[in-house]
């Protein structure tokens, strides 16, 4: 994935008013390759921002760093949120 890609993902600290679009974890030989796995995948799945929790070990091998985020996808600032008919 091109950094022009993962750069658009705003990172949030909190849920925002939008549509959740799915879990990922980024895996990586620190915390660093691991958000950046994360932020790939986000990026394939068309997410807009991002939450992150925290690194943590992998349980199985204890090598590998795991990140978990959940995805959003929120519409631009210019249309309103949420349309007509969404629950």
Same mark, same amino acid.
């Given at each position: 994935?091109? &950094?022009? #890609?993962? #750069?658009?993902?705003? %990172? %949030? *600290?909190?849920?925002?008013?939008?549509?959740?679009? +799915? $879990? $990922?974890?980024?895996?990586?030989?620190?915390?660093r390759t691991a958000r950046?796995?994360? !932020?790939? *995948?986000? &990026?394939?799945?068309?997410? @807009?921002?991002?939450?992150?929790?925290? /690194? *943590?070990?992998? =349980?199985?091998? +204890?090598?590998?760093?795991? %990140? @978990? /985020?959940? =995805?959003?996808r929120c519409p631009p600032?210019?249309? $309103? !949120?949420p349309p007509v008919g969404?629950?």
């Amino acid at each position: 994935m091109s &950094a022009e #890609s993962t #750069s658009s993902i705003k %990172v %949030v *600290q909190k849920e925002p008013r939008c549509e959740k679009i +799915g $879990v $990922v974890e980024g895996a990586g030989g620190n915390d660093r390759t691991a958000r950046a796995d994360a !932020f790939d *995948q986000a &990026a394939e799945r068309g997410a @807009t921002h991002i939450m992150l929790e925290p /690194a *943590q070990p992998d =349980l199985e091998d +204890g090598m590998t760093m795991i %990140v @978990t /985020a959940m =995805l959003y996808r929120c519409p631009p600032p210019n249309e $309103v !949120f949420p349309p007509v008919g969404y629950p």
